[in-house]
């Protein structure tokens, strides 16, 4: 079964953040772990915040972005779903980012695997499967 896991839950396989574990145990499945590939930017994002906060060095963050995006076995181009993305960003009012994943989510009929509280209430506005990590 594939799994969409958005930027939330990929930056807690390399920074130690609450529900850390539970992201980590993702990747023992045998799911197939998908994003669109702008998880790139914001995983990368999320880490290099990090380091200017000074909780890790800019080497390690280097590190960690690889790190968390070898994870990941598929990443999809956006655009492949950017015009479904924008429908869902209109009609949510939610930015597109975020509805990258979920017009991901919606077009493989996987769950999307978040630990984002409003990328959950926007996927069960779409009726898109969601799971918590």
């Known amino acids: 079964m594939s799994l969409v896991i958005d930027a939330s839950v990929a930056v807690k396989w390399v920074l130690p953040e609450a529900d850390s574990a539970q ?4 990747r023992t499945t045998d799911d197939d772990l998908i994003a669109p590939s702008l998880a790139w930017a914001e995983v990368g994002s999320a ?7 000074g909780d890790v060095t800019a080497g390690d963050a280097r590190e960690s972005l690889q790190i968390a995006m070898a994870h990941y076995h598929r990443l999809l181009p956006l655009d492949e779903f950017a015009e479904r993305a924008i ?3 209109i009609g949510l009012g939610h930015p597109i980012y975020d509805c990258f994943y979920l017009a991901l989510a ?5 769950p999307l695997v978040t ?11 779409a009726k898109i499967k969601v799971r918590r990590i």
């Open 23 to 26: 992201a980590a145990a993702l």
């Open 47 to 53: 880490i290099s915040k990090a380091a200017r906060r």
């Open 87 to 89: 429908e869902l960003a």
């Open 106 to 110: 919606e077009r493989e009929n996987a």
């Open 115 to 125: 630990a984002d509280d409003a990328m959950i209430a926007a996927a069960r506005k």
